[in-house]
């Protein structure tokens, strides 16, 4: 856990980017108004406690005129602070939305640039990124307006009654021994001081260990809500397996360990609690009799009694600020280490892909080759060594190897997503599109996903979508363009990997990357589609990872990954390392890449 003054700094990091960007401006206008208003609240409390002493003499001199007065102008405070109090909390929230939003735009291009929402999965070191940004955010963003406006209202209400708590207050005589007497000044103000000090220094002994217990709670239900996300999604997997008691074991694991930390919230919280309502029930009756020693010697009238006890509460109350607050200030230190973890996290795999990349990735001219290239596993452990190839141009290679041996890795470090080894890629000019095994279908329309990952409507119309399904096979969804469902569970995993092949066609990508891409079609499918994309009038240059034998007559060459794996393996049947085209069959003769 952070240190206090960590905490502070890592809080202060997070926020201050806000308050020095393009809207701060508007920001500091709000920030200034909502303080203004709280301040506003403060001086309202300042005219009440003097109206306490008007009002309350007049009832003891029976004065009903003056009774009625103060009524009147009782009505008109109020007035004031109610308004004060409602455009205080409208424009709070006004900043707190605004300053949420910038922030969450913020975080979003971090975990998006340089892929990072991607190595933060392979580090394994940041849960639940995605509560981070919903969740953290907005619980960073409340609790320190609210905690910081709050206080500054404290310190000014403590300052403006302690002043009029001095003027009310009388010296003390406490006998202290039997020969000595210690004169005490404006005894109220001590008094008032001593008990929020005690009151306080308790409340920080007993809360202390809901920091940690807040920060556990977070990803516990994090982890939670993401197994049963991740059930949902994978619900036929599941049927078919019957994996229901297994499903249901993991379910209960998972809040097993929320129920567990809730629990010790609880107890904590109990304790907390007792001390909390005990201090402010307390709190009502103590001012009285610390001050009815003076009004039992006249020295004060009734409207002066009044006024001292309500002095005396405000101070107590604004010195109680950590008492009264202490629950927030644990959820929100708690909320602050995590985004100051995953803020750091985010920060270091930017610095890895642009500083210390080792897997060097160059656009330019045609084709792709890759040149000694290391492939290492996350631990560092050694995948790939040496890997070098050049497909020609408009070509098409079969990437083949038993399971693991690293084709998928090899794919991805094609893709510039996997950092771990070293070597280069040289990628030519041109749109270069990756379809692995599952395409990815974002929410929303089936054309929107058909387009992804282009976005406009103008590029890809209507008609032309309808057309493209229609050459995929899959003419029977152009009439569900413009439904809005969640296709990746609508569709079958067939009908996705050919959707994805639509994608294809749509973009006619230069270079393209298929990581077992056909697993769900059947032969005759498979053979249509990659025929089409080896007549396609683009000539795209198509690497392929599969297992499939039938993927072997589509390709010109094919290369085994186990040539490359520094682990001698057992023998393993695997087609010739290069194949001529078949006889008859359409495509370029290629030259052999060795």
């Known amino acids: 856990m952070l240190a206090r003054g960590n905490i502070l700094r890592t809080a202060w990091h997070l926020a201050k980017r806000y308050w020095t960007s393009e809207e701060k401006w508007t920001a500091w206008a709000l920030l200034v108004t909502v303080i203004g208003l709280n301040l506003g609240n403060v001086y309202i409390s300042v005219r009440i406690n003097e109206w306490n ?41 006004m900043l707190q939305i605004r300053w949420r939003r910038w922030l969450t735009n913020r975080y979003l291009n971090a975990w998006l640039t340089d892929r990072a929402y991607y190595h933060l999965g392979l580090g394994g070191r940041t849960d639940n990124p995605d509560q981070r940004i919903a969740e953290d955010l907005n619980q960073f963003t409340t609790y320190l307006l609210s905690l910081s406006v709050g206080l500054i209202s404290s310190v000014v209400s403590l300052i403006s009654f302690l002043l009029i708590l001095w003027g009310l207050s009388g010296p003390a005589d406490i006998a202290v021994g039997t020969w000595t007497t210690l004169h005490v000044p404006a005894y109220l103000v001590w008094a008032a001081l001593l008990y929020a000090g005690i009151g306080t220094w308790l409340t920080v002994k007993i809360g202390r260990p809901l920091v940690p217990l807040n920060y556990a709670r977070q990803r516990f239900e994090a982890d939670f809500r993401f197994s049963l996300v991740r059930f949902r999604e994978n619900a036929e997997s599941v049927a078919l397996y019957g994996g229901e008691p297994v499903e249901l074991k993991l379910f209960r694991e998972r809040f097993g360990s929320v129920f567990e930390n809730f629990c010790q919230i609880m107890k904590r919280q109990k304790r907390l609690t007792w001390f909390t309502l005990g201090y402010a029930q307390v709190a009502v009756i103590f001012p009285v009799v610390v001050i009815s020693p003076r009004y039992f010697l006249k020295q004060i009238g009734l409207g002066g009694l009044m006024q001292a006890v309500n002095a005396f509460s405000f101070v107590q109350n604004a010195l109680s600020f950590i008492i009264n607050s202490y629950a927030d200030i644990a959820a929100w230190q708690a909320v602050t280490e995590r985004l100051g973890g995953f803020e750091e996290r985010l920060q270091t795999i930017h610095q890895e892909m642009r500083i210390s990349r080792k897997i060097v990735v160059r656009r330019g001219g045609f084709g792709i080759a890759l040149k000694g290239l290391d492939i290492d596993m996350p631990d560092g452990k050694p995948l790939l060594r040496g890997v070098s190839f050049a497909p020609v141009r408009g070509g098409a290679v079969l990437i083949a190897g038993a399971s693991g041996a690293g084709k998928s890795t090899l794919l991805r470090a094609i893709a510039g997503i996997w950092p771990y080894g070293r070597g280069e890629i040289r990628i030519g000019r041109g749109l270069m599109f990756f379809v692995p095994q599952r395409p990815y279908l974002p929410l929303g329309t089936l054309a929107g996903a058909l387009r992804y990952p282009r976005s406009e409507k103008s590029a890809f119309p209507i008609p032309k979508l309808a057309s493209v399904l229609e050459v995929v096979g899959l003419g029977s969804l152009a009439a569900e363009l413009g439904d809005v469902q969640n296709w990746s569970q609508r569709l079958s995993l067939g009908e996705q990997q050919r959707l994805a092949f639509a994608r294809i066609l749509l973009l006619k990508p230069a270079l393209l990357f298929l990581d077992e891409a056909t697993s769900a079609l059947d032969e005759s499918t498979e053979a249509r589609l990659y025929g089409l994309l080896r007549t396609a009038s683009w000539r795209p240059t198509i690497v392929t990872v599969g297992h499939r034998s039938t993927l072997r007559r589509f390709h010109d060459q094919i290369l085994n990954v186990a040539s490359f794996s520094p682990i001698p393996e057992e023998p393993v049947y695997v087609p010739d390392l290069f194949l001529e085209p078949r006889p008859g069959f359409v495509g370029p003769r290629l030259p052999r890449m060795f």
């Open 53 to 93: 002493r008007s009002f309350y003499n007049a009832l003891q001199a029976f004065d009903r005129g003056e009774l009625f007065r103060q009524l009147g102008v009782f009505c008109i405070l109020v007035f004031f602070a109610i308004s004060m109090s409602v455009y205080g909390l409208y424009l709070s929230q």
